[in-house]
C-alpha cells in the first residue's frame, strides 16, 4: 500500500510530501524524505513491553502495572519534573500539563536546552517572522546564522529556501543570495555566495556591527570585528538593505554561543532595523519535530512557553531555576517523568546523573539513553507513524501527523490519561 | 432528561420584543421550552436583570496571533493568575489570559458565545485547538481572505461565483464561519514591506484594488448566502485622517440582504479620526455615525479603548509596524503564505496622553450618535482596545452622563475641544445595552436561527443572570453598580446548564464550534479545478490533501450549510 502526503515527524521543517510504502503493518519503502526521514521510518527499536529495573537487570510488566507505579511515583514525590515532549503530539502534551497542574510539578520541554535562550530574547523584543512560504515565494536573500541545515534539516533549502521555486522568485538558483554565518566551514557554507566566518563568540560583535552599518554608522567600524573584515560587513549589509525580502534563519550556533539570548536578542533588532529599509524576517530553525508544538500547547494551557513550575498552585516562570537543568543539577528534584526525548543523552552530565539517582520513567516509543538511567520506560506508539495527532511547524503551522501503520502499541496520551486519571482519584482531565 | 425553571426573572428580551418583564424560563436538555415537570431544579432569579447569554462578536482569543501573544509575554502572565479551584484549571494572564482564563471570565460575565476575529486558513487547526480548550463558550471564527491569492485572481478577472467557490472551500477547509477582510490588499502589500493608502490604489503585482476585493466578496458573500456578512477592517486603521477611507468605503456598500447588515465594519474608532498628523487629530465620529444612521445595510461595532495596558493584535501587519515605530517597544510579526499578515505590539493607552483620550472618546461618540443600537455593537476589538474585562465599565459610561463627565474631568484638556463627547447628554438604557452586547451580535452574525441571541422558546438556553434589580437602581446616578452587576453573573446558564455562580465555573465546559459549509454548483468547485490545485501545490508549503481542518479538531462542531447557488 502506497500513502501520499505523508508528514515526516523528525525535524521542525514537517515535511508532508513524503510517499510511504507499507506492508503488513511494516514500512517498507520511504520516497522523498531525507536520510533522517528514512532512518525515522525505518528503524524501529521498541521494547515489546513495559520494563522495570530489578537489582540485577530488567523484567518485563504490564502496561497496568508500569501506569500503577508511575503514579505511585509521582503521588509520593515532593518535586516531581515532567520533561521532554518534543517528539510527540499536542494532545500528548497537553494531557501531561493537566497532570502537571494536578499534582503541582515542574513541566518542561525540551526548548530548555535548545532554543530557550531565543525565547527569552523574544519576550524581550517580539518576534518579526513569516510562515515559510512567505520565504520560499518572495525571500531573494536567505541568511543561515549558526545552523547547518544541510545536516540538521536537510530538506530545508530545498522546501523553503535556496532550491524553492517561488511565485516572486521562479528561478531560485539565480535569483537568491545566500549568506552563511558561522564559526566554521560547514557543508552549507560550501553553497553559499558569501561565507562569513566569525571567531568562536563574535557574533554579537558582528550583529552589532551590521546594525551600525545598517543605521548608517559605518565609520565607528574597525577594520575587523570577530574576525570579519569590514568590507565584508558592508558588503553583506548592503546585500540586505537591497534585498526585496530578507529572511535569517539561525541554529544553537547562535543560541548557545557565548553571549547566548543576547544573540538572539541582537538578530531580531537588526531584523526590526532592516525593516525600516525592506523587508526582513527571522526565525529559529527549530529541531525536534514537534518542539513548537510544546510551547504553542503550554503556552495556550500556562501562559509560558517552557519551564513551568506548577509548585505554588499558580502557573510559575522563570528560566534558570524552574529549567528542567536546573531543578536536576540542583538535586531538587525527586521524581522525574520523561516522555518523547532523550535527555540521558542531551543534558549536562550533572543533570542527567540525577536523573539515575532518583525514580525516572520514561514513556518513549524506543530505547534510548535514558532508558539507561530509569526505573521504569513505558513502550508507546511513535506520533507519526503508529499515531495521528497535532505537530506544529517550525513557522507555527499545525499540521496533523498521520498513523501510517499499527504496530499495537498504546498511544502516549492515552498512557498519560490513564496516570492522571489515576492521580485524580479516577476522573479524567 | 435535565430541567430547569428560572423563576421571577427580570427579562430584557430585544429579539422577541420582551423589555423588562417579570416571567419565569423553562429550560429542557438544552433549549427554552413552554413548560417543565415539577421534578425541575429551580433558579429563584428574584427580579434579577436577565439576558440571553452574551455574544462577542469580534474578540481576539484563539490562534496563532493570540497564542504568540501570550508567548512573548510573561509579564502579562504573571499580571493576572489563578489557582486550580473546583473545576476550574490554572489561569494566567490579564490582557492575553490562557484560554482557560479567557473562558472562565467571559463566563463570569455572562458571556456564551465568541466570534474570533481573525482566523488564517493555514493555521486554522490551530484556532480550533484553543476553541477546544475554551470549553465554555460556543465558538466560530472570522477567516481572513485579505490576501488571499486565489481571491484576489477572481476579484481581478471580475467573477463573483468563482470568488464566491473560492470563499466556500476555503471556509469548509479552515471550518470558518465567516469572510474577514483585514486591511485587504494591504497585508499582501506587506508580504514586501509595504502598505495601501487608500481604496482604490492597486495591490502591487495583483492588479486589483481594495475597494474591488470589497465589492466582489459582498456580491460573493450573499450568493453563497452566507449567515455572516463580510466582516471588514477596513484600510489605514489607525491613522489621523483615516476617516475618509472609511467613509469612501461605506459609500461602496449596497443593501443586499433584508435580514441583516451587507457590511460589518469592526473596531471603528480606530477608523474614526479626523486630521492629518498625530499633533491635530480630532474626532470624525459625527460624520461616521451619519453615514451609519442613513445606511441600514451597514453594523459597526465600537473599537472601544480603555486606559491601561494591553496588546495589539491584528493581522494588520503593516499597521502594527507603524505602530512599533512610534512606541519602540517589542514587536512581533507573522505573514502568511498566499493569505494574510499579521503582527502584536503591547501598547499602553494613557489618560496623559491627548491622542488616546480623543480615541477614548470617540468610541463612546459613535456609540452615542448611532441612533439604533443595532448598529453600533460594544466591543472593544479584545484585546486592541481593551481586554474584554472592561466591558461593564464601558456598559456604565454609556448609561450615565455623570460618569463620563467625571472621566472627562480626569482626561487631557485637548479632548474637549477635539471630540464632542462632552456635550451629548444621551444615557443608553438597559434594553439599548442588551442589543448592543448580544441581540444586535445575534443579528449581526445571522445565529438568530440557531437559537442565539433570544430567549424564546426553542432558543438555546444561553442565559446570563445579572445581579442587578432594574426597578432600583439608577445608572445614570448609582453606575458603579452598573459596573459591578455586569462584572460577575449570579448565574450563568450555557445550553441548559449553570456554568457559572457568582464568577466560578461550577461544570466542565461543552462547547460547540459553529462553521459554514457553503454550498456551490458542481463545476465551479475548487477541488475539481486544476489550476486552482496547480498553483496551490506549487506554492503553498504543505500539500492540498494535509490543509483542511479534520472533524477530530472539532469534537461537537456544528455545521452550518448553505443552499447552493445557480
Ligand atoms: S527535512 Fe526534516 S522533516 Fe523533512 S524529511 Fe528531513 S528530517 Fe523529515
Ligand atoms: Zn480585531
Redesign the interface.
Known sequence: MIIHDVICPFCGCLCDDLELECEGGKIIKVQNGCALAESTFMTDTRLPAPIRRTESGWEEISYNEAIKETAEILQGADRPLLYGWSSTHGEAQSVGVHIAELIGAVIDNTSTVCHGPSILAIQEVGHPGCTLGQVKNRADVIIYWGCNPIEAHPRHMSRYTTYATGFFVPDAQRERTVIVVDTRRTDTAGIADEFVQIEHGGDYAVLSALRAIVRGKASVIPAKVAGVSKEQLIRIAEICKTAKFGAIFFGLGLTMSRGKYKNIRNAIELTDELNRHTKFVISPLRGHGNVYGSNEVFTWMTGYPFAVDFARGIAFYNPGETTAVDILRRGECDAALIVASDPGANFPRAAAAHLAKIPTVVIDPHVNATTALARIHIPCTAAGIDAAGTAYRMDGVPIRLKKVIDRGYPDDAEILKKIYDRLNGGKGP | MTEIWVKNACVIDPLNHINGEIMDIAIRDGRIVESVSDRADVIDAQRCLTLPGGIDSHTHV?G?KV??G?????ED?RAG????KGKM??T??YYV????GNSYRYSAMGYTTLLEGAMAP??A??TH??FT?TPHQDMMANTLFDGNWAVMDAVREKDVRKTAAVVAWTLKAARGYGIKLTNPGGTEA????EDLTGIHEMVP?FAVTPAEIITTMMRANELLKLPHSVHLHCNNLGKPGNYQTTLETFDIVPDLNPDRQTLYATHVQFHAYGGGTWKNICSKAEEITSSVNSRPQIVMDMGQIMFGRTMTMTADGPME?NL??LHHN?????????ETGSG??PVTYSKKSAVNCIMWAIGLELALLTKNPYQCLLETDNPNGAPFVKYPEIIGLLMSKRYRDEECATLHPETEKRTSLCALERELNWHDIAVMTRAGQAKALGIVNQGKGHLGIGAEADIAIYPIRTDSVDPAREYRKVVEGFQKTRYTIKRGRVVSRDGDIIVDGANATFWVDAMVPEDLKMENDPEFIKRFE??????M??YPV?DVYLPRGRRIETEVFT
Open positions: 484563539s496563532t497564542n504568540f501570550r508567548y512573548m509575554s510573561p502572565m493568575r489563578t489557582k486550580r484549571h490554572v494566567s494572564g489570559p490562557t484560554t482557560f493555514l493555521e487547526r490551530h485547538e484553543e480548550a506587506w508580504g514586501f514591506g503585482h509596524f512599533h515605530c517589542k514587536w512581533s510579526n507573522h505573514d502568511v503564505e498566499l502584536i505590539i506549487q506554492f503553498y508549503t504543505v500539500r490533501s494535509n479534520q
